[in-house]
């Protein structure tokens, strides 16, 4: 390994920057509602940029609403190496999901330039436009067209739940931040190294500081559509009813029961319900529901998705149902030589860790198509994430950040 940059790493201004990155979309209960493309995220990015800026950092963004914040290396040139992960959140979120991954990438960066040394290649952070898919589904859309597993065509006509498209909620963001250079999409990455809260329990319970990710799950979702028909509570009868509600609820029971598995290991979600007209004396004639299906084998994944489709078939009751497949995404493997950097940087610097894949989605999934890709995984307290009580330690998001920055610089210093 490269002489270590991290013992030049203040753990301090990055605890409260996450501080005050959290400021942006607060919510009473501690948490963060900072969707992506809000007035809240376009504020936060405002912040990050100046932060960068205070240390010769300079920001760009490309045409999906992808911020880059670069350090110049010794021969700019060559391929960057590249950090970070999100800022938007879930409408009950935490202040680390993402958000951890940002501040320890420039964290990292301020330390590089406190030793007064700097690498070969350039190194970025990156905040990528909607990971959590919160607002618009589905999510990683900025890693994925980035990347070119998605097209930009095929997210700018995609809409929020009231009815606004990408391309429009894009265009204040793009415009705030018009003075920045605008980057190509899908140049040339020689790594990606993503630091992020663990987002379960397994770090915490075997009492070590940094996770080594392995890779990560698989998952399928789907949309589901149930269509039936509107009619008087009191003077409809029961036998003639279409109801939508019935029908959905008697769908997903059968999910839950074909699908759940006696090991626990299938992570099956009904993540979102809507009810149309929602109305106390109208018969449901619509209910919309989001699937979401994860497993670590692709097998396992693949014909438990298969099932979905079918089993909506059966249980629809008198109502038509419509399953519309959104993502499949086959588990992936990191390459062993990232994953042997991060241990390698955590022995170094003294901290306990271990190898562990990740159920839950990265942008770190698409990047690992376009390059080597790894993940540097940190406790989180109960392992609750998705929820405005989301927790983490000072020392631990230190650590995080340390073993990331003696990573980066290693990788970006060598070959």
Not at 67 to 72: D, F, K, T
Not at 168 to 197: D, F, S, T
Not at 223 to 240: C, I, L, Q
Request: hydrophobic share 40%; net charge neutral; charged share 25%.
């Amino acid at each position: 390994m490269s002489p270590r940059v991290s013992g030049h790493l203040d753990g301090g201004r990055l605890w409260r920057d996450l501080m005050e990155l959290a400021r942006f979309g607060a919510t009473e209960l501690g948490g963060v509602n900072r969707l992506a493309l809000s007035r809240e995220e376009i504020a936060a990015r405002k912040v990050l940029i100046g932060w960068a800026g205070e240390f010769g950092a300079e920001a760009a963004v490309d045409a999906a609403a992808n911020l880059y914040l670069r350090l110049e290396g010794r021969e700019p040139s060559l391929p960057p190496l590249q950090t970070g992960s999100h800022i938007d959140t879930q409408p009950t979120g935490g202040k680390f999901d993402g958000a951890y991954g940002v501040v320890a990438g420039l964290a990292a960066l301020r330390s590089i330039v406190a030793s007064g040394r700097r690498p070969r290649r350039s190194v970025e952070v990156v905040a990528w436009m909607n990971e959590e898919g919160s607002r618009f589904a589905p999510g990683m859309m900025g890693s994925a067209v980035f990347t070119g597993k998605r097209t930009l065509a095929e997210i700018l006509s995609v809409r929020d739940k009231a009815g606004v498209s990408v391309s429009e909620a894009m265009g204040p963001v793009l415009e705030n931040e018009k003075h920045l250079p605008r980057r190509p999409l899908g140049y040339p990455v020689a790594g990606y190294v993503e630091a992020h809260i663990e987002q379960g329990p397994t770090l915490e319970a075997q009492q070590k500081t940094i996770g080594v990710v392995t890779g990560i799950g698989g998952k399928r979702t789907f949309r589901v559509e149930v269509k039936g028909e509107p009619a008087h509570a009191g003077t409809s009868s029961r036998r003639d009813r279409r109801d939508a509600l019935v029908s959905a609820v008697a769908i997903v029971d059968a999910l839950q029961k074909a699908i759940w598995d006696d090991a626990d290991t299938v992570r099956f979600t009904i993540g979102m319900f809507t009810v149309t007209p929602n109305a106390p004396s109208v018969v449901p004639s619509r209910v919309v529901f989001a699937v979401d299906l994860r497993h670590d084998d692709d097998a396992t994944v693949r014909r438990l998705g298969d099932l979905v489709p079918v089993i909506c078939g059966k249980a629809r009751g008198k109502c038509d149902v419509n399953v519309i497949p959104l993502l499949y995404d086959v588990p992936l493997q990191f390459p062993a030589s990232i994953r042997s950097r991060v241990a390698q940087a955590a022995k170094g610097l003294g901290y306990s860790s271990m190898e562990l894949n990740s159920p839950a989605g990265h942008d770190s999934r698409y990047l690992h198509y376009h390059c080597p890709t790894g993940m540097v995984f940190i406790p989180c307290k109960a392992g609750i994430s998705h929820n405005e009580a989301e927790s983490i330690t000072p020392a631990d998001a230190e650590a995080g950040a340390r073993v990331l920055a003696d990573v980066l610089f290693d990788l970006a210093d060598g070959a």
